[in-house]
C-alpha cells in the first residue's frame, strides 16, 4: 500500500476518534444544560422560571467572546505561540470580561426586569468561561480531543449540578446561577492544571516545521475582537427566527414555532463536532484547503441524514408533546433543514476564523438583515416564517462556503509556493 494511501487513512481514523470524543463531550454538556430546565421549571415557579431563562440567555450572549477566544487560541496554537503567550490574552480577555459583566449588571437588570443579584449571578460566569475557553483552545489547538472531551463534560456537568442543588435548597434564580459561576471556575482551575500536565512548554517554535509560519505571531485582543463577530452574527442567525416568531406571530403560533426550533438547534449543534476536530487543520495554511472541503462536505452528508431523520421521525410529534403539536410535524423536515444549513454556515464561518478572513462574516450579517426584513414584511404564519429561515441560511451558507473554500484553496497554494522557494535556501 503507498505510504500516503496509510497516511491518509490514518489521518480520517484520528479525524473520527476526535469527532466521537468531541461529539461525547459536548452531548453530555448540552444534555446536563436542558435538564437544568426541568427542576427549574418546577421549583421556581413561573414567574421566577422566566425571570432564570431570561439571565440564561443574557448568558449566552456573553459566552460569545469566549467561543472567539477558543478560536483565535486554537488557530495561534497551530501556528506555534507559546503557551505562556496564549494564556496571558486569556488572563487580559478575563479581565476585559470581567469588567465588561460588573458595568453591564444593572443594564441587564433594568432590561429583564430581575434583582441585581440575579444579573450579577448571570453576568459574573463571563470572565470564567473566558478562562475555560483558554484552556479548550490550547486542547483545539494541540488536537487533544480526548482531554477536550472531558473538559467539555466536566465544564456542563459543574455549571448545573450546582445551581441544581441551590435550587432545591430553595434558593432563587441569582443564588442558582452564582453557584453555577463557582463550578466554571472550579472546572477553569482544574482544567489549567489538566492542561499543564499533558502538554510540553512551547517556547514559540512551530510543532510542525514547515507547515506552520516559521515566526509565530503575538495574538491581541483585536483578534478576539474580529472573530467575536464572526461568532456573535452565527448566534443571532440561530436566534432570531425565534425571537422575532415570538413578537410577530399569535401566542399558539409562535409556540408551534418554538417546538419546530427543537428540530433545528439539534441539527445545528449536533455535528459542531466536526468544526472543533478539523479546525487545527483549517488553521494551517498547508492544509486549509483540504480540511474546508472534508469539513463542509462531512456537514452536508450529516445534515442531509438529519433532515431525512425529521421527515421520518415526525409522526411522533404528537404522541410525544400532544396534539395540540399536530401542525407542526409536517415542517420538522424544514426546521431540521434550517439548522443543517447553518451548521455548514458555522464549518465555513470557522475556517474564516482560522485563517483570519473575519470579513467573510459580512455575508452573515447581510443575511441577517434580510431575514429580519423578509419575517417583518411578507411572512405572517409558521409557514412563512420557518420557509424565509430556511431560504435565508441556505443561500447565505452556500455563499460563505464558496467563498471560504476559495481562501483556503489561496492560502494553500501561497503556502506550498513559500515553502518551494525556500526550499533551495535551506539546502543551500
Known amino acids: 500500500m503507498p505510504p500516503e494511501n496509510t497516511t491518509r487513512r490514518s489521518g480520517t481514523g484520528t479525524a473520527v476518534a476526535g469527532m466521537t470524543m468531541v461529539t461525547l463531550g459536548a452531548m453530555t454538556a448540552n444534555i446536563a444544560s436542558y435538564l437544568l430546565h426541568l427542576p427549574a421549571g418546577r421549583w421556581l415557579g413561573p414567574a421566577g422560571y422566566g425571570e432564570f431563562a431570561s439571565l440564561l440567555a443574557a448568558q449566552l450572549v456573553l459566552a460569545v467572546p469566549a467561543l472567539a477566544l477558543q478560536t483565535v487560541i486554537a488557530r495561534e496554537a497551530v501556528h506555534g505561540a507559546g503557551t505562556a503567550v496564549l494564556r496571558h490574552l486569556g488572563h487580559r480577555c478575563a479581565l476585559i470580561a470581567a469588567v465588561a459583566a460588573v458595568a453591564l449588571v444593572p443594564v441587564v437588570s433594568w432590561a429583564l426586569d430581575t434583582s441585581i443579584a440575579g444579573a450579577f449571578g448571570s453576568l459574573v460566569t463571563a470572565p470564567l468561561l473566558v478562562l475555560l475557553a483558554t484552556e479548550q483552545g490550547l486542547l483545539q489547538g494541540r488536537a487533544r480531543f480526548a482531554a477536550l472531551s472531558v473538559v467539555l463534560a466536566a465544564a456542563g456537568i459543574a455549571k448545573v449540578v450546582p445551581a441544581v442543588a441551590v435550587l432545591a435548597a430553595g434558593g432563587g434564580p441569582g ?3 452564582l453557584a453555577g459561576a463557582l463550578g466554571t471556575g472550579v472546572v ?17 517554535e512551530p510543532e510542525h516545521p514547515g507547515d506552520a509560519e516559521a515566526t509565530p505571531r503575538i495574538p491581541g485582543a483585536a483578534a478576539v475582537m474580529r472573530a467575536s463577530q464572526v461568532q456573535l452574527a452565527l448566534i443571532a442567525l440561530t436566534s432570531l427566527d425565534l425571537m422575532l416568531a415570538r413578537m410577530l406571530l399569535d401566542a399558539d403560533s409562535a409556540g408551534l414555532y418554538a417546538l419546530g426550533a427543537v428540530a433545528t438547534k439539534v441539527a445545528f449543534w449536533l455535528p459542531q463536532a466536526v468544526g472543533v476536530v478539523l479546525y487545527p487543520r483549517m488553521a494551517n495554511p498547508a492544509e486549509s484547503a483540504s480540511a474546508v472541503r472534508s469539513a463542509l462536505a462531512v456537514l452536508v452528508g450529516l445534515g442531509a441524514a438529519l433532515v431525512a431523520a425529521a421527515a421520518i421521525c415526525a409522526p411522533l410529534v404528537p404522541i410525544l408533546v400532544g396534539d395540540a403539536y399536530e401542525p ?3 415542517l420538522l423536515w424544514l426546521f431540521a433543514l434550517q439548522g443543517a444549513c447553518l451548521a455548514v ?17 459580512g455575508v452573515a450579517w447581510v443575511g441577517l438583515a434580510v431575514e429580519a426584513v423578509l419575517m417583518a414584511t411578507i411572512a405572517s404564519t409558521v409557514e412563512q416564517f420557518v420557509a424565509v429561515a430556511v431560504g435565508v441560511a441556505g443561500v447565505t451558507a452556500a455563499v460563505v462556503s464558496v467563498l471560504a473554500v476559495r481562501g483556503a484553496s489561496a492560502a494553500t497554494k501561497s503556502s506550498r509556493l513559500e515553502h518551494a522557494n525556500a526550499a533551495p535556501h535551506r539546502e543551500a
Not at 347 to 357: K, Q, Y
Request: charge should be neutral.
Open 175 to 177: 443564588a442558582a446561577l
Open 188 to 204: 477553569a482551575v482544574a482544567a489549567a492544571l489538566f492542561v499543564g500536565r499533558g502538554e510540553p512548554e512551547h517556547r514559540g
Open 328 to 330: 407542526v410535524q409536517s
Open 345 to 361: 454556515l458555522q464549518g465555513a464561518l470557522l475556517s474564516a476564523i482560522a485563517g483570519d478572513r473575519t470579513a467573510l462574516a
